[in-house]
């Protein structure tokens, strides 16, 4: 791949209806920063929140099944999941029910070496927060989320 094709950045747009209730929870409670923010003609606005460094986790329908087996006791996972890499994961967990997130899972340790937790969120967003344990090793696990 060339340089002037190289993707530079993910960016995942969600539509809401509650645009300050999504604001509040993933700015304010889940603490993503905020990069810019525009407001148009008829009340649009949106607003751009850093997420640090983006991947895109391709997973097959088994792994998936695998995924919320041990993640959420075998609770289905939506089809698109927002994974974030966290330093807490039982603490994150409580602040954002707390901020209204709605609980599938408490955090739990995987096979891969890391603490997930899922939860139906703001946005229509199902959620995985996930802290790495061994933070040795440089090379995430497949199935980290």
Avoid: C
Avoid at 49 to 56: I, V
Avoid at 87 to 105: F, I, M, P, R
Wanted: zero cysteines; aromatic letters at 4%.
């Amino acid at each position: 791949m060339t340089q002037n094709n190289a993707v530079r950045q993910l960016r995942i747009v969600v539509e809401t209806i509650d645009f300050d209730a999504a604001v509040a929870f993933y700015r304010d409670a889940l603490g993503l920063p905020e990069e810019a923010a525009f407001e148009g003609e008829d009340d649009a606005r949106v607003m751009i929140l850093d997420a640090g460094r983006a991947t895109l986790e391709l997973s097959n329908p088994a792994q998936v099944r695998l995924i919320d087996r041990v993640e959420a006791e075998g609770s289905p996972s939506a089809r698109i999941r927002i994974a974030f890499e966290v330093d807490d994961a039982q603490t994150t967990t409580d602040a954002l029910v707390e901020a209204g997130a709605t609980l599938v899972a408490s955090p739990r340790e995987t096979p891969w070496r890391s603490l997930n937790s899922r939860m139906e969120a703001p946005a229509g967003l199902q959620v995985t927060l996930f802290q790495e344990l061994d933070r040795s090793q440089n090379t995430p696990a497949p199935g980290l989320s």
